[in-house]
Structures are given as structure tokens and as C-alpha cells.
């Protein structure tokens, strides 16, 4: 897109002076001078607000809800919105619990039961998260607080992690599958279809699609997650049931009964885990330790394997071990190595580069 340049006050002001006839005073202080500087003044404020418009022309000066409204006006495409982790609490004692009753993390995360049960003894109940996001997402044995006393309702744990929270899509995100749309036009069950099929799921970050992967009518989507790793079993449920349901006993797979068209058997399934294991033995700056560092140091790897996720198919050894150097207290790295070895590693097509194990050392 062209640049949207903007006159100066002077130069508007210089141009209206030299379309005024010179039978007429144009010094500083004159009537004609006083008149044609509160002209541009004005009209360099409108110039600036013209320029600020035309930039919202271009898709990448959008950003929160001017995007959203853009993206959804132009070509439907809509923000997924944040989802909620979900799981089942064990409680203990004699008591009922009722919807709405809450338990929460020591930490202070909240969730609420979805559902009325009696408790006899031992039981479960289902509960989600309070506020939608990642943040619900909590290891085994992490909900053990009832913070408002449940009468005859003794104990509280998660005997496994909670998963399927989501933040809301990002802007880039967005940005990105409204790019495809345009770029990529999905029509009649094409490829791009089952891309953008896949992509409209909450939680799917990314998706491959593998054509006649098992002979004709035969169509596999590989997905990861928003955080660009291995999806879990309840979104690969959910990206299934939404493009291709396959029902009790596979009575409605293949049938049309979800986006796919009738005749075409899609298998949804999630990427493999290739673990990336870093070793390395670095130089800090004075007074920085490793203790510090290191989970800075895994936030950094974390971030490059999700920006090269289903986009590259090998890890860049010269990169990634650069990455590290931008963690504020590494001053420089003697050793590096990925999986033992000084190369890049490559991903296979239905693979996902995730982090395995970090080890560091002090020079």
C-alpha cells in the first residue's frame, strides 16, 4: 500500500500563498497571512485524521474490535471467543453440592460446579472455570479449596488436570485465517475448506489436511492447539463432531451430518510431539543465576517452536540458539546443542516441535 503523505502546516500554507495574486500584502501580520495559517492549521489536522483512515485500509494497521468488525463484514470470519476449562473435582464428605457452588486453587483460580449431585461418602462433580482462558488449566491435585462452606462437604481435589482453556483468538491469529480466505478460497470441500473448518473450532490453532490419506473419499485433518502443541482428546472430539460427526457406531461419519459434504470420511487426529531437548552451557552477566534464568530461557525456546509450528519443518539450530540471547542476563552461550547435536532438527509433516527437557550450565 502507498504511503498517505501528509503537507506540513507550512506547506499548505506556502501553497495557499502562491494562489493568491500578488496585488494582494501576504506578509506575516497582514489580514491574507492571519487567514491562510488558521486555514492550515485545519486542514493539517484533516490531513492527519484522512491519513489515520486510509491506514485502516491495510489489514495490518487493524487491531482488537476494529479487526474483529472488519474481518466479520468483509468475509464472515469471526473471533472465537475465550473457552472455559473443564473437569471433575472428587469430593468427599455427606453433603449435596448444587450448580454454581465454587472451589478454587490455592492461588485463588475459581470454579464452579456445573451440575447437582449428592455426595454419599465419596463422589465427583463437574465443574469449569470461573473466567475463560489458559489460566484454567491447572495440574493434578491443584483445586483443594472450598472458599464458601458447602454444609457436610469435607475435602476437595482434581485427581487429573484440567485442560481446554483458551484465550481469545489473537489478532494475529485473526488476521491470519481472514488471509486465507482471501488468498485461498475455500469452495466445495477443497483443501481450504477443511482448513478453514478446522480453524473456526475454538482451541485449533493450526490444521493440516491430508487428502485420500487412507484411498478415495478418504480425507485426515492433523491439528495442534492454540498454543501450537498436541491437541487434547476433547478438542480433537470437538473438531470431529463439528466437520465430520461419525455418531454411534459410525452411523453418521462420511453422511454430511457436520461441514464436510456428504461422501467425504474426514479422520481428525492431532500432530506427534517431537521433542525438542536443549543443552547448554552459558556465560551470565553479573548477578544472574541459572535459577532465575532458566524459566525465562524456556519461555523464549517455547515462543520460537510455536512461531515455527506447522510453517517449518525443521528447528533452526543457528536460530534457536540465538533466541536464548535475548533473555536479559545471558551474556553468551560456549555450548549448544538440540536433541546432542550442533544441526537443525528436522519436523516431520505431521509433527509439532514441542519442548522437551532444558539443561544448563554456568561457564
Known amino acids: 500500500m502507498t504511503v498517505y503523505n501528509v503537507p506540513s ?56 474490535d476494529e479487526l474483529t468488525k ?9 473471533r472465537k471467543e475465550a473457552n472455559k476449562a473443564k473437569g471433575i473435582l472428587t469430593v468427599e464428605g455427606n453433603g449435596t453440592i448444587v450448580v454454581g457452588n465454587i472451589f478454587e486453587t490455592e492461588n485463588g483460580i475459581r ?20 473466567i475463560a482462558g489458559i489460566n484454567g488449566n491447572v495440574g493434578a491435585n491443584s483445586i483443594t479449596f472450598i472458599p464458601v462452606t458447602i454444609q457436610g462437604i469435607s475435602k476437595v481435589t482434581n485427581k487429573s488436570q484440567f485442560i481446554d482453556g483458551y484465550d481469545e483468538e489473537t489478532d494475529d491469529s485473526l488476521r491470519e485465517r481472514y488471509l486465507i480466505e482471501i488468498q485461498k478460497p475455500a469452495t466445495s470441500g477443497n483443501m481450504y475448506h477443511y482448513m478453514q473448518w478446522g480453524r473456526e473450532v475454538v482451541g485449533v490453532g493450526d490444521v493440516r489436511v491430508f ?22 482428546e476433547e478438542l480433537i472430539n ?20 457436520g461441514q464436510a459434504p456428504i461422501g467425504a470420511y474426514c479422520t481428525v487426529s492431532t500432530a506427534t510431539a ?18 532465575g ?63 522437551g527437557s532444558v539443561t544448563l550450565n554456568v561457564a
Open 70 to 78: 472488519f474481518v466479520k463484514q468483509r468475509k464472515g470470519v469471526i
Open 9 to 64: 502546516i507550512s506547506e499548505i500554507e506556502n501553497e495557499m500563498l502562491a494562489n493568491i495574486s500578488d496585488d494582494y500584502i501576504k506578509e506575516v501580520g497582514t489580514f491574507t497571512r492571519d487567514m491562510t495559517k488558521s486555514f492550515a492549521i485545519e486542514s493539517y489536522r484533516l490531513e492527519k485524521k484522512l491519513e489515520e483512515y486510509y491506514k485502516k485500509l491495510d489489514i495490518y494497521n487493524l487491531s482488537g
Open 274 to 291: 517431537k521433542a525438542i531437548n536443549i543443552d547448554s552451557t552459558l556465560i551470565l552477566k553479573d548477578g544472574y543465576n541459572l535459577e
Open 238 to 257: 470437538r473438531v470431529q463432531e463439528y466437520v465430520d460427526p461419525k455418531g454411534n457406531n459410525n452411523e453418521t461419519w462420511g453422511t454430511g451430518a
Open 111 to 130: 470454579y464452579i460446579s456445573t451440575e447437582q449431585v449428592t455426595i454419599n461418602g465419596t463422589g465427583t462433580v463437574k465443574v469449569e472455570a470461573v
Open 293 to 355: 534464568l532458566k524459566p525465562l530461557i524456556e519461555l523464549e525456546i517455547k515462543e520460537y517452536l510455536k512461531n515455527i509450528a506447522f510453517k517449518r519443518d525443521t528447528v533452526s539450530y543457528a536460530i534457536l540458539s540465538s533466541w536464548i540471547l535475548n533473555v536479559e542476563g545471558v551474556q553468551e552461550w560456549t555450548s549448544f546443542t538440540i536433541n546432542g547435536l550442533q544441526e537443525n532438527v528436522s519436523v516431520a509433516v505431521k509433527e509439532v516441535a514441542v519442548l
Open 211 to 232: 487428502p485420500l490419506w487412507q484411498g478415495n473419499n478418504t480425507v485426515q485433518m492433523v491439528i495442534i492447539d492454540d498454543n501450537k502443541v498436541v491437541a487434547n
